[in-house]
C-alpha cells in the first residue's frame, strides 16, 4: 500500500518538474484484487492524469451513492499532488458493489468505477429442523444460506441408519423443491419417514451441512370405511377390519350397540393378527341365522385418534333386471348406453352384461360387452354405421345373473363410404364424349345408403382440379354416365367417387383417356316408327356432311336401371331397326351412335318406349326428335284437330260400336302423348331422355321455359364446349340427365312391371277423358 502512494507521489513531480499538463482532465484506471475475501482490507486510488493537480475536488461512490468518510468502515483521503485514496476495513458480503471516482476542477468533470466482489463463505439464513406430521399431511423444511457466490442448496434422503451405507435418494415424484432452497413433501406416507439432510455450498469454504428427522405419526384409521358381507343361511360368514396405526392398537367389535366380547361369543369367534400397518381383525359367525343379517362395527384406537368400520351381513340373491335403459347418445361406429342400478339382491352386484345385436330377420349374431358395477352406461363399439341394433343389460353378482332388461333400439348415424366403385371402365365414344361406368362399392362399405356418385374429369398437363358430374344412385348392377362437351383429341383423366348423405367416399384410380380426333358422325336423330308387344322399331338419320363416310350404326337398349345390351350391327345403308324379344308392356330405353373409319361418333338421346300395340304412323309422329314438349305441340295440334275431325265424320256415318273403339283409340294415344320433367321415367308411349344440363347448350338464346325454341337442340358433337373465362378447364361440372318437361307431369317409382304400366295407363285415360 505504501509503494503505491509513493509511485503517485513520484508520478506528480515528475509531471511538475518536466512541465507536462494537458487541457483535459484523464482518471487513472483502478481495480479491486480478484481474489479478496471477506474480512481483508482493501485500498485503490483515484490519480488524475493533466490538470497538474491542481483545484481537484474528489467525490467517492457505490452504486451510485456517495460514500463519508468514516462511516461503515469506509476512509477516504485526498492528496494536495492530485489523487485521493479508498479504504475498506474488513470487507464483508455486504461491501460487494460498483465504487466510481468523480474529480471536478475547471477543466470539467470526469469519472471512473470498478467493481467490488468478494468472495463470502456460505451462512445460514434459516436451518431445517426436526419434524412431526400426519400421514396424509404436507411438510415443508426450509433451508436458506447466504454467500457469493450464491451457494447451491442440494437435498438428499437417508434410508436407515446415517452413515457409510446409507442409502441416498436424491428426488421423488411428491418432492417440490424452490429456489430458495425450501423443500416440501406433498401426501406424507410411512416411507417418508426419516432423515432428510440439506446441503448449501458455493465454493468457497466449508459447505453448510444439516440433517434433519421427520417424524410420521398413523393415526388409527381404516383405509375402507363400509363393507359388505353375504352368506346363505347355515354356512359361515367371516367379516374383516383391517385396522392401521401406530401401536398400541386395539379393536373392538359391536353389534347393535351390543360389543361382542373376544372370550365370551356365542357362534361366533374374534381373531386378530398383527401386521406391518396395524392389526386385521376378523369376527367369524360359524352358522349364520337371519337374525345375524345387520351391520357390524369394529372400532380401532391407539393414542394418536380413533376410527370406525361398519360391515353389512346380508343373505344373497340374483339381482332384479337393470331399469332405466336408454340410449343416451349414437354416433356412426359407437353409442353409450345408460341405465339405472337395479335391486342387488342384497349382494353387490359385481358386474354388468350389455348385450347387443342387428336387429333384422333371420339368424342374429350375440354380441357381449361387461361393464364393472361402479358405472351404470357402457360404450358399444366398432358398430355398422347407417345400422338398427337391439341392446339388453344384464346384471350379475355372486349368485348368478338376473333377467335381461327391457329392450331398447338404436339406429347408427351414417358415414361417408371408405371404398371407391369398383370396375371402372372407360371408353372415348367420339370427339366430345366420352362413357364411363363402373360397379357400386362392397354393400359393407356404403356406411349407410348410398345416394349417387360424382364423375370426375380433368384435362391433363392443363388442370390439377377436377370438375365433377352427378349420377344418381341406382340398384342396378352396374353404372354408366356419358362425358359430353369435352374437348377434340384431347387427354383426360377420370375418376368416380359414391357418396351418401354423410360425405363423399375415396375416388378410384384416375384413368387415362382421349376423346377421338377424327371428324366422327354426328349424333343420330332417332325416332320410334312402331311398337309391339315384343318389338320396338327405330329410325333415326343423319344430318351432318359426315353422312356419307358412315360405315354402320349400333343399337344400345336396355329395361330402365338395368344393364344395355348392344343389338346386331346395322350396316350403313339401311336406318332403321327392328329390336325384337322385349317384353310386354315394358318400358325400355334405347340410343343409336353412329360410326366410320375414325370410330363411334356421340350417341343419340335416349328415348324411353312401353311396348305394345299402336299404330305404327302414329307412333312415328308422336316420337319426335329430342323429346322436347313444347316442340311436339306443333306436330300434336295439327294432328289432333285432323283425327277430331275424322271422328265427327265417322261418328255420322259409322255405327256407334266403330265410334267407340276410334274414338278411344284416339283418346288413349293422346293421353299417352304425356311429358316427364326427367329422362328415362316413361309416362305415355315415348319419352325422350336428355343428356344436356344447360339451358343454353340445348336452345339458343333468347328462349325460356315459357317460350320454347321450335327447332331441335345440337348433337353432342356439334355443341362447342363451354369456356369460362377463357379456360377450357373451367368447363361446366354439373351436367345431368335431364329434360325440361311440365312440372306436374312427372311419375315416381315406375319398376317396369306389366301392373305398373297398366295403371299408369289407366290413369292416364281417366284424366284424357276429363
Known sequence: MESQILKMIVFHLIIKITGVNTDKLRIQPFDFPNDLTMGRNVRVFCSVEGGGGKDLHFQWFKNGTPLKNGENNVLISVHPDGFSALELKSVQASDIGNYSCDVKSKEGTVGFSAALVVKANPTWIQEPTDTTVLVGDTVMFHCQANGYPLPDVQWTRFYGHIGEDSVVYRQKPTWIFFQNGSLMLDHISLRDDGHFKCTAKNGIGQPLVKVVKLNVIVPARFEEKFGVVTAQKGESARLQCDAQGDQPLSVTWSNSSNTLSKT????????????????????????????????????????????????????????????????????TRSSSITWLVPYSGNSPISNYIVQYWRDHKGTRRLNEKTVPSSQTFAMIKNLRPGTSYIVTITAENSVGKSLPSDPAMLTTGEEEPDAPPMDISVHAKGTNTITVTWKAPPRENWNGQLEGYYVGYRVIDLSETYSYETEQFSPSLEHDHFLTNLMKGTKYGIIVKAFNAAGTGPPTQEILVSTLDGDLPASPKLYVQSTTRSTVTLKWNVDSPSHASVTGYTVQYRRESGRWHQATAVPSENDYYTVTGLQDETAYEFYVTAANKYGAGDPSEIITVITGDIDSGFASSLSGQRGHGYMDLAIIVPVAAAVAAVGVVVAVSCVWQRKIRLRHRLERAMSERTYTPYAGIPVGQVTVGQRFPDMDKTWPPGHSDNNPPLSNPDPYSAVPPRVQNGDLRKASSTQEMRTYFAQDARIQGLSGSKQDVRQIRNSQYSNSLK
Not at 290 to 319: M, T
Request: proline share 9%; net charge negative.
Open 264 to 331: 365370551s361369543g356365542s357362534g361366533y369367534e374374534i381373531f386378530e393378527t398383527l401386521t406391518p400397518k396395524g392389526i386385521n381383525s376378523e369376527l367369524i359367525i360359524r352358522e349364520t341365522l337371519p337374525q345375524d343379517g345387520a351391520i357390524y362395527s369394529c372400532l380401532a384406537e391407539n393414542e394418536h385418534g380413533r376410527d370406525e368400520r361398519k360391515v353389512k351381513l346380508l343373505i344373497q340373491e340374483v339381482p332384479s333386471p337393470p331399469p332405466g335403459v336408454s340410449v343416451r347418445e349414437v354416433w
